[in-house]
T-cell receptor
Framework: SQTIHQWPATLVQPVGSPLSLECTVE??????LYWYRQAAGRGLQLLFY??????ISSEVPQNLSASRPQDRQFILSSKKLLLSDSGFYLC???????????FGQGTRLTVV | DAKTTQPPSMDCAEGRAANLPCNHS???????VYWYRQIHSQGPQYIIH???NNETNEMASLIITEDRKSSTLILPHATLRDTAVYYC???????????FGAGTRLFVKA
């Protein structure tokens, strides 16, 4: 069966520090991968999605970037965090031919 | 992908049916209606989806109007553990982007 792993679960980082969040999917190949951010009490904002290795689409201009170095690995990064980058970050994947999305458990990032 | 409109919050008594509405008046012919829920501090969980026929699974039922411009998610016997934010989204089979709005916060009360 397919599983998605996302870590760390919580993270506290100072302003100006770098960020790297990792997401991996097991049990499938060539998944579509997504990064979302959720502010407190709000809906999910799509940040990036990827349909293949090295293929990244950005939905919202921001202080973040994403990379897909391997088929089932998706990384969210920042060179210098801002206070506004705080939030709940979720990784998700979908099979290429269907649209049901499977989510990781999320990373709660607090920038101080 | 089409946008959806949901009430921001609803209450339901434990053991009663919870009926969560969703409007998607701009839905196109190849777009499915999906429902997810998110319990606090967890990732969203898939519930059910449909195209134009009503659907039922072990978690819920989905009723889609004949014109497909709205739908209702039904939790037949709500429990306290069903308290969560419920998201209705529409998405085509060829689309790669899933847009989640603010959803409906369902409070199930004893």
């Amino acid at each position: 069966s397919q599983t998605i792993h996302q870590w760390p679960a919580t993270l506290v980082q100072p302003v100006g520090s770098p960020l790297s969040l990792e997401c991996t999917v097991e049990g499938t190949s060539n998944p579509n991968l997504y990064w979302y951010r959720q502010a407190a009490g709000r809906g999910l904002q799509l940040l990036f999605y990827s349909v293949g290795i090295g293929q990244i689409s950005s939905e919202v201009p921001q202080n973040l970037s994403a990379s897909r170095p391997q088929d089932r690995q998706f990384i969210l990064s920042s060179k210098k965090l801002l206070l506004s980058d705080s939030g709940f970050y979720l990784c998700a994947w979908t099979p290429g031919a269907t649209t049901e999305a499977f989510f990781g458990q999320g990373t709660r990032l607090t920038v101080v | 992908d089409a946008k959806t409109t949901q009430p921001p919050s609803m209450d339901c008594a434990e053991g009663r049916a919870a009926n969560l509405p969703c409007n998607h008046s701009t839905i196109s012919g190849n777009e499915y209606v999906y429902w997810y829920r998110q319990i606090h501090s967890q990732g969203p969980q898939y519930i059910i989806h449909g195209l134009k026929n009503n659907e039922t699974n072990e978690m819920a039922s989905l009723i889609i109007t004949e014109d497909r411009k709205s739908s209702t998610l039904i939790l037949p016997h709500a429990t306290l553990r069903d308290t969560a934010v419920y998201y209705c989204i529409v998405r085509g089979t060829g689309g790669f982007k899933t847009i989640f709005g603010a959803g409906t916060r369902l409070f199930v009360k004893a």
